[in-house]
């Protein structure tokens, strides 16, 4: 692999990351609502996503993961529920006086990255830029295992490049928020961010 080819990959990329999606969408909503650590695992899980699609490409299973329906069918619609029920809890959430903070998520860091996966995995636009504008940018045919290496090692760099200064902005305004009125309205713009990213990958196709 050339360094031109890494680059050309690395910088679609970031163009493709950056663009807000359901992805991006989630992990602000996260941050609203549970803080800068859950949304930073629910991040490694998005990249995660990101490298199970590379992998399947460089292995040519491009023309299995498009045959494989069902179970991408299965996925989409566990992580529209997922981000479905995450908005509901944070519509729902009440603000107690003694102790006021946006309502958190459930579960730890698995539980954080696991939606993450789920996000990635079901989100159409991911797996189409894997499957058919991958192969544009890198010659598969002559891909090492050395070069599998860069490219990983480029998709996590820039996708943490790209996410981290969202969720690190999201964080921020919600400890700027301290009262029971705004921090119940930052709930509800949680769960509107978290419904809108179900919505989103729910109508894709």
Known sequence: MTLTGLIAY?????????????????LVARALGSGFRSSLFMAFGLVLGDLTYLTAVILGLAVLAQTFGTVFLIVKWAGVAYLAWLAWKFWTSGVMTEKIEARRANGGALSSALAGLLVTLGNPKTMIFYLALTPTLVDLRTVTVADYGLLALCTVVVLLLVLVPYLALAAQARWLLRTPRALKLLNRTAAAFMGGAAATIAARS
């Open 10 to 26: 690395g910088g679609a990329l970031a163009l493709a990351a950056a663009i807000p999606g359901p992805g991006v969408t989630a």
